[in-house]
Structures are given as C-alpha cells and as structure tokens.
C-alpha cells in the first residue's frame, strides 16, 4: 500500500512538473513551473510555449525544440515552427511547409493545396476548393468534398457545402445534416440552428423551434445558453425550452450554476432561477472559472468567489491566452490553479490567495502548457 501510494504520488508530482509557462525576463525566454521557480532558466532570445511537452526555440535565426528539461531533442534546423499536435507539428524548411513528428523526421502527408495544424487527431486538407480530412498516420480519413470545415471541438466540426451548414465527427459521418443556413457547437447531441428564418435546437438530428428567438449562442460547459427574442436575453435549455424568460440587455454563459448579467449599466450574477445572486456592481464581469473564481472590473479587474466575496482586490489587466497562445480553450482567469494578470506593464501569475506566484514579475508571462 506504502509503495502504490509513494507511486501516485510521484506520478502527481511528474504531472505538475510539466506544467511550464514562458516567461520573457532581461529580453531572454524561459519557463516557470507551478511552484514559482524556473524549470529552464531565461537563455533563449526567442521560444515559443510547451505543447505535449515539446517548446519550440530559436538558434540563430533557426527553430529546433527542448524537452522539459531544457535538453535539445530536435535540432534547430527550420526556418519556422507551429505547435504539436496528436504527436505532428508544422514545420517551415526551404521555403516548404511540411508536418513532422516527435523525432524531426519529416512525414509524407496526402496532397494538400495548404497544410493545416492538426486538432485532435485530425488535419484539413485542400484541394481546389473542397476540404476533408487526414489523420496522424497521414491518412486520409474523408475526401475533399466540404467547401468548409471549421475547427473540431470536443470531437465534431461545423461543415458547409452550397450555402447549409451541418455537423460531423473526426471519422466524417454526418451527425447533423447540411441543411441548415447557420449553426453552433455541438454539445451532449444537441446544436443550435437557424432554418429558414427560425431558430432552434437540433436534438439527436431533429430539429425543434425556440419560441420567438432570434438569435442563440453556442452551449459550453452547463446544459443552458443564451438566446434573444425581442431584443432581450434569456436562457434556453437543452429541449429548447425558455428556462430564464429573456429580460436582459445583455448576458455571458453560465458556469458553476451562475452567469453574468447586465442590469442597467453594471454588471452582476444570477443563478439557474434568474435570480439575482450577486448584486450588479461591477463595470464588467467574465464567467466563472473551473477553479470557482470569476474576473471582474470597476478600473480594472480583481476576482470574486462564488458568493460573490471580492478575494482579490481590483486592480490588475486579464486578457484570455497570451500573445503566443495557442488553445481556443484559454480563459480569463484563473485556469488550475493560477491567473494570469497584467501589473502596470509586467506579467505574473496570481495564486487564489492574492499572492504573486514566486513573487515574480516579468516582461511578459505565457498561460501554463504541458
């Protein structure tokens, strides 16, 4: 029992250790871990952030990758480099865009008018003007027959062909059909469509009419959304039905069973009854995080808990990823334990305690990547 536990726990401790964020310090690059202290000291003029424990560094005027470590595992042979990806990573070599995998060897990838980043497992692929799809073996898992295929997100992507709009997963089959002339996400089998001049819910590939909305934004991690009808927001649930009658000018998602609203000029809380929770007092607010903190901002932003108690004070500049961010999923705020913040014009990381992690300040700080 001693020996399985000292296993998890050093497995946990090998897992939060990957964990790196880019700093820029004295004009050189380097990457922080969880606990504040530099993991690979600031020696790089430029680098790029860690994905699947690979970051991207440039060596006179050539890109290779370090491990976490610090330790050169591919060469500094391009002229540029994108983010790993289901084990692939674009690389920039003569004038050439190519795909290579972990070991910098270059891969034979499916002809492709342009070569795209993959996601999830999948690359885009081009031909004339239709798209389809590879996969991490450079296969080719559907032919080019989309004229659009948008990113994939949780494992289906929005696609388009003559003007209608529908839904596929990561093998190519339909799982809702191209008829409609606009569409959401695709959350639990259910997405929001525009048919005709009607919107709605399409629930297992049927389609069910939201009463009097006009216009509905994408489910994220709760089963409501937002959606309009006569000029004022409400919520709609996963059948399609009014939960929260539309009375708002404005409102962001909910999350931890609460949402921003804006009453008048100011923005508070309600929670899944409509009620308001947590009084309208703020200039703006962002939804909550996983971590149960929210940003919100008279001049500048602080964080609120969930019940609404100002944890720390406002008076720093949030924004979603960094300037070398690649994640779609990247949110203002606390994100596993830390936030990213602005103070005056350095960067640094807020633990939900207020204090600074590793009470450092620098030019500029990356969100934490594996």
């Known amino acids: 029992m001693k020996k399985l536990i000292f296993l998890l726990v050093m497995t946990l401790q090998f897992s939060y250790a990957q964990e790196l964020a880019l700093v820029r310090k004295e004009g050189?690059?380097?990457?922080?871990s969880k606990d504040g202290s530099f993991a690979i000291k600031c020696k790089f003029k430029n680098a790029k952030n860690f994905s699947e424990g690979l970051a991207a560094f440039e060596d006179n005027k050539k890109w290779g990758f370090i491990n976490t470590k610090g330790e050169v595992v591919i060469s500094s042979n391009f002229d540029d480099v994108k983010?790993?990806?289901?084990?692939?990573?674009?690389?920039?070599?003569?004038?050439k865009w190519s795909y290579i995998n972990k070991k910098g060897e270059?891969?034979?990838?499916?002809?492709?008018?342009?070569?795209?980043?993959f996601e999830s497992g999948v690359a885009f692929i081009k031909?004339?003007?239709?798209?389809?799809?590879?996969?991490?073996?450079?296969?080719?898992?559907?032919e080019p027959k989309y004229d659009v295929i948008k990113s994939f997100e949780n494992g289906f992507a929005r696609v388009r062909n003559n003007d209608r709009w529908g839904?596929?997963?990561?093998?190519?089959?339909?799982?809702?059909?191209?008829?409609?002339?606009?569409?959401?996400?695709?959350?639990?089998?259910?997405?929001?469509?525009?048919?005709?001049?009607?919107?709605?819910?399409?629930?297992?590939?049927?389609?069910?009419?939201?009463?009097?909305?006009?216009?509905?934004w994408d489910f994220l991690s709760q089963d409501i959304t937002y959606a309009r009808k006569n000029d004022k927001v409400g919520f709609v649930d996963l059948k399609?039905?009014?939960?929260?009658?539309?009375?708002?000018?404005?409102?962001?998602?909910?999350?931890?069973?609460?949402?921003?609203?804006?009453?008048?000029?100011k923005w508070g809380f309600i929670n899944l009854k409509g009620e308001i929770?947590?009084?309208?007092?703020?200039?703006?607010?962002?939804?909550?995080?996983?971590?149960?903190?929210?940003?919100?901002?008279?001049?500048?932003?602080?964080?609120?808990?969930?019940?609404?108690?100002?944890?720390?004070?406002?008076?720093?500049?949030?924004?979603?990823?960094?300037?070398?961010?690649?994640?779609?999923?990247?949110?203002?705020?606390?994100?596993?334990?830390?936030?990213r913040v602005k103070n005056e014009d350095k960067w640094g990381f807020l633990k939900p305690d207020g204090t600074v992690l590793g009470n450092q300040w620098f030019e500029n700080a990356e969100p934490f990547q594996k």
């Open 167 to 216: 839904i596929i997963d990561k093998t190519g089959k339909v799982v809702v059909d191209i008829i409609y002339d606009e569409i959401g996400n695709y959350y639990k089998n259910t997405t929001w469509v525009k048919n005709g001049a009607v919107f709605g819910l399409v629930v297992n590939n049927k389609f069910t009419v939201i009463e009097g909305a006009d216009k509905v």
């Open 277 to 339: 929770v947590i009084e309208p007092v703020y200039a703006d607010a962002e939804v909550f995080s996983a971590d149960g903190f929210a940003p919100v901002k008279e001049n500048n932003w602080g964080f609120i808990n969930e019940k609404g108690k100002l944890v720390i004070p406002t008076q720093y500049g949030i924004t979603a990823g960094g300037i070398f961010s690649l994640f779609k999923e990247d949110e203002k705020g606390f994100v596993n334990g830390v936030a």
């Open 127 to 142: 031909q004339g003007k239709k798209a389809g799809l590879i996969n991490s073996k450079m296969e080719v898992i559907l």
């Open 106 to 117: 270059v891969l034979n990838a499916p002809a492709s008018d342009k070569v795209y980043d």
């Open 28 to 32: 050189l690059f380097g990457y922080i």
């Open 240 to 265: 399609g039905k009014w939960v929260i009658e539309p009375k708002f000018d404005k409102v962001k998602a909910f999350s931890k069973g609460l949402a921003p609203v804006l009453v008048g000029k």
């Open 83 to 95: 983010y790993f990806n289901s084990g692939v990573c674009i690389v920039l070599q003569n004038k």
